[in-house]
């Protein structure tokens, strides 16, 4: 059974549909990029697809034992969020509340879970460095470790390199592609950056009012849709 199943689902908010007839299937290990123009109803769909929000009708299901509150999530970051005064080990253990359930401590077993994925992504040395003292590229591994901490299965992560440069822009893809390629973590990710969804990512959801196209990225550089959006970047795709 898929992990996440989505049939001729309906999103929308204060009675109204952003986006209409969706369907389509995550497995274990795929790597899915979602892409869209903005208003076309991704972040709506990050929420359906955590349990925050109801479809206005069809169906999502989880399956192959993924639960929607066991999604590692990388939510995009705001200002507030980015002035976080919280020390970096404080940051990524929390995000084991959702694995061991809320308690007034965190005891060993979390310490070292939050110590393994700070070894991980290599930010063991700035565990006691204050979150809001960090570059955006160490900000963005801390919160990637966060997510590990609540998962072992899947990520869910909102345009996880907006904002970051260049450099910090390709560390990230690399982390994710090692994350899945190496230990088939399945990885759902929004994105803008189309040229690489269709580098990194096995699978394309494009979303607007009407679904616009699901299935490998090599189907989708073939597409109409896919050919008329890559367009706009320029230049000549391998995938």
């Not at 919280?86 to 940051?91: H, M």
């Amino acid at each position: 059974m898929a992990q996440l199943l989505c049939r001729d689902v309906v999103l929308g908010y204060e009675g109204r549909a952003v986006v209409q007839h969706l369907n389509f299937e995550v497995n274990e290990g795929d790597y899915l990029c979602i892409v869209g123009e903005n208003g076309s109803g991704k972040s709506t769909l990050i929420k359906a697809l955590l349990g925050l929000k109801s479809p206005m009708s069809g169906e999502i299901r989880t399956g192959d034992g993924l639960e929607a509150d066991s999604i590692g999530y990388l939510p995009q970051q705001t200002v507030v969020q980015k002035d976080f005064p919280a020390s970096v080990q404080e940051i990524v253990l929390s995000g084991c509340l959702g694995r061991f359930g809320w308690r007034p401590f965190y005891g060993k077993k979390e310490k070292n879970m939050a110590d393994r994925q700070m070894e991980r992504l290599g930010i063991t040395h700035l565990s006691k460095r204050c979150y809001r003292e960090l570059s955006g590229g160490q900000q963005q591994r801390v919160l990637l470790a966060r997510a590990l901490c609540a998962t072992r299965t899947m990520l869910l992560l909102d345009e996880p390199v907006a904002g970051l440069d260049p450099v910090a822009v390709q560390e990230m893809y690399e982390l994710l592609e090692e994350l899945n390629r190496e230990e088939k973590i399945t990885v759902l990710m929004v994105s803008h950056d189309i040229r690489a969804a269709v580098t990194y990512a096995d699978h394309i959801l494009h979303i607007s009012e009407q679904p616009l196209f699901f299935g490998t990225k090599e189907d989708y550089v073939k597409s109409e849709v896919g050919r008329s959006y890559l367009s706009v970047t320029g230049g000549d795709v391998c995938v």
